[in-house]
């Protein structure tokens, strides 16, 4: 589900992604310039323009804390992401740039595979997909966005803010799909026995963490994370949306967001446990001749983990396409790899699972 989630115009678009009219989102709106300070962008770290790096969005919910989804970072590793607080169209605003300290996700977050297509992972929906980041100082001048004490009633109106994609994307002109302006739109709250009728199966919902609205806008890959908004307070967080019954960005749909108010006591603790942090990636040492060991070195860590996992991988080429991927060497689950003849040509890398109560990170090092 690694789901970026942009608001969109609620109408049947054929392909993957289309781009949205150069105006405003049907059912919504560009979001003027000011209109929500506490935005934030969570993107990952690169050269490329900041609206082709962008993963997730979330909210300033105190000077040095962020509220997200937690399908946005379980298994992410910290060093790799960037914080923007106050993006408004990314080209031009792309906002103020913060240091991350770590993330922690909800300790009940789970996916709920899709009854329908259990083995496809994009169809499923979540349960308590809520996250936080520390923020490495603190944003001062900024407004926050408080976190809501109780969940808004079925029926009101709700206001969702993304810089996802604008449509389903057209394979000859991807970057016409990318939501560089802040989007806005109105939306309405369903009761839970609407929205279980609207979902491909009433099976992906988690009544209990989730709540769900629909409109004539929807959400899109990259609006994940980003707050559903009540009364300048934070009621919800993008978690899924039409993906979960094969719809295509823009296609009508409910939408799944993270109760803000039943994770409040989550994201609004004094001190949350943070996943580990490393200094670098692992580095393999060694020699790749047949015979030889090799090893895989953990890195320092910034946030020790509590628990490390070691997996080995060796390169294959598919030759009807030339794509190369790599596969898990069996039964290496150690930090050291003895070089077979086979392996001994193939590129290798290893990766470290590593664990701590706030959450799981997953580290590659470098093809070796």
């Given at each position: 589900?690694r ?12 392909g ?18 000011g209109a929500?300070?506490?935005?934030v ?9 900041l ?10 919910i ?6 997200t ?17 106050g993006?408004?169209?990314l ?18 977050f789970r996916?709920?595979?899709s ?10 929906s979540?349960a ?5 980041i520390k923020?490495a100082?603190?944003v001062?001048?900024?407004p ?6 109780t969940?808004p009633?079925p029926g009101?109106?709700?206001d ?5 994609l ?14 560089d ?5 109105q ?5 839970d026995?609407?929205c ?39 009621v919800?967080i ?32 004094p001190?949350p446990?943070?996943?580990?942090m490393?200094?670098?990636d ?5 020699t790749k001749?047949?015979g ?11 946030i020790?983990?509590?628990k490390?996992?070691y ?10 396409n ?14 050291t ?10 590129k ?6 590593a ?12 093809v070796?």
């Open positions: 589900m789901r970026m989630l942009t608001v969109c115009a609620a109408v049947a678009v054929a993957t992604v289309v781009a949205a009219p150069a105006m405003a989102v049907a059912g919504g709106e560009a979001a003027g310039s929500a300070p506490w935005m962008t969570v993107a990952f770290k690169g050269d490329e323009p609206v082709q790096r962008e993963s997730c969005g979330g909210a300033l105190a000077p040095d804390r962020v509220a989804a937690a399908h946005c970072l379980d298994h992410v590793d910290p060093t790799h992401l960037e914080v923007h607080v993006g408004g169209t080209s031009e605003d792309p906002g103020k740039v913060v240091p991350i300290k770590g993330w922690s996700v909800e300790p009940g996916l709920i595979p009854p329908v297509d259990p083995q496809d992972f994009e169809k499923s979540a308590d997909d809520v996250a936080v923020l100082r603190s001062f001048g900024v926050t966005l408080p976190v809501a004490r969940a009633a009101s109106t709700v969702l803010f993304g810089h996802g604008t449509q389903a994307p057209d394979p000859k002109n991807p970057a016409a799909a990318l939501g302006q802040l989007k806005h739109a939306l309405k709250v369903l009761d026995g609407a279980a009728a609207g979902l491909a199966s009433p099976g992906l919902l988690d009544g209990k963490s989730v709540l769900c609205t629909q409109g004539a806008a929807t959400v899109c890959p990259g609006d994940s994370g980003g707050p559903l908004v009540q009364n300048g307070r934070l919800g993008v978690s899924f949306g039409g993906e979960t019954a094969g719809k295509q960005c823009g296609e009508p749909t409910v939408d799944g967001f993270a109760d803000a108010a039943v994770a409040r006591s989550f994201l609004t603790q001190r446990p943070l996943a580990p490393a200094a670098a692992p580095v393999i040492t060694g001749a047949a030889d060991t090799l090893t895989c070195e953990a890195p320092k860590w910034t020790k983990p509590e490390t996992e997996a080995w991988y060796y390169n294959k080429v598919d030759p009807a030339g794509f190369e991927f790599y596969l898990p060497v069996e039964g290496a689950t150690t930090p790899l003895k070089v077979t003849d086979e392996l001994a040509g193939h290798l890398n290893c990766g470290i699972t664990s701590t109560a706030g959450g799981t990170i997953l580290q590659y090092s470098d070796f």
